[in-house]
């Protein structure tokens, strides 16, 4: 079973990037797709993008296509996803995902990392 | 973009059974998975591919469809299952998944 640790919280000053990590135990890390959905404070589940380890091929949601950059690091099984030009309506948890398929569903979930924007 | 449509709240009392709409343009066609959130807690996959359930998933939760609505119906409800559920699709016309607004399952 796979299972996703990421890094701890952040707090950001409006304009900077944050990077958060997800790194997968197991040795599935190479056929899983790796997803990121962030939730905003008392708010649903929203996409930002996906990276397919065994091709580094990433995709992000067009909402924040020119933001979101998603990379990974195969020798050490960790996932990157680095947002840019934060606003304080990035502050969120961010969660990475396996995806199941390539358009399936999410069976295994980080633990989620806080960011919080905020001058 | 596609979109899915939870009601907001559904309350039901112990040992009675809940359940919980999504609503989507043609959601038949495509297939609907289900989450449960607990407060400071990841998402879990609780239903998956309409009606199946993960290992882990105890019997009483199930998934339907009829139409432009999915349900997810839990039974015998319990004080443990207050939670936000939500459901989630893949949208292969924006190749991306679109999640619902989630629901709050309420014990009374």
């Known amino acids: 079973q796979v299972q996703l640790l990421q890094s701890g919280a952040e707090v950001k000053k409006p304009g900077s990037s944050v990077t958060v990590s997800c790194q997968a135990s197991?040795?599935?890390?190479?056929?899983?797709?790796i997803g990121w959905v962030r939730q905003a404070p008392g708010q649903g589940l929203e996409w930002l993008g996906r990276?397919?380890?065994?091709?580094?091929?990433?995709i992000s949601a067009q909402k924040f296509q020119g933001r979101v950059t998603i990379t990974a690091d195969k020798s050490t099984h960790t996932v990157y996803m680095e947002l840019s030009s934060l606003s304080s309506d990035d502050t969120a948890v961010y969660y990475c995902?396996?995806?199941?398929?390539?358009?399936?569903?999410?069976?295994?979930w980080g633990q989620g990392t806080l960011v919080t924007v905020s001058s | 973009s596609y979109v899915l449509t939870q009601p907001p709240s559904v309350s039901v009392a112990p040992g009675k059974a809940a359940s919980i709409t999504c609503g989507g343009n043609?959601?038949?066609?495509?297939?609907v998975h289900w989450y449960q959130q607990r407060p400071g807690q990841a998402p879990l996959l609780v239903i998956y591919?309409?009606?199946d359930r993960p290992s882990g998933t105890p019997e009483r939760f199930s998934g339907s469809k009829s139409g432009d609505t999915a349900t997810l119906t839990i039974s015998r409800v319990e004080a443990g299952d207050e939670a936000d559920y939500y459901c989630?699709?893949?949208?292969?016309?924006?190749?991306?998944?679109?999640f619902g607004g989630g629901t709050t399952l309420t014990v009374l």
């Open positions: 043609n959601i038949g066609g495509s297939s």
């Open positions: 989630q699709v893949w949208d292969s016309s924006s190749d991306q998944p679109v």
């Open positions: 990276l397919i380890p065994i091709t580094a091929i990433a």
């Open positions: 995902a396996g995806l199941s398929g390539a358009t399936g569903y999410f069976d295994i």
């Open positions: 197991g040795d599935t890390f190479s056929t899983y797709t």
């Open positions: 591919y309409d009606d």
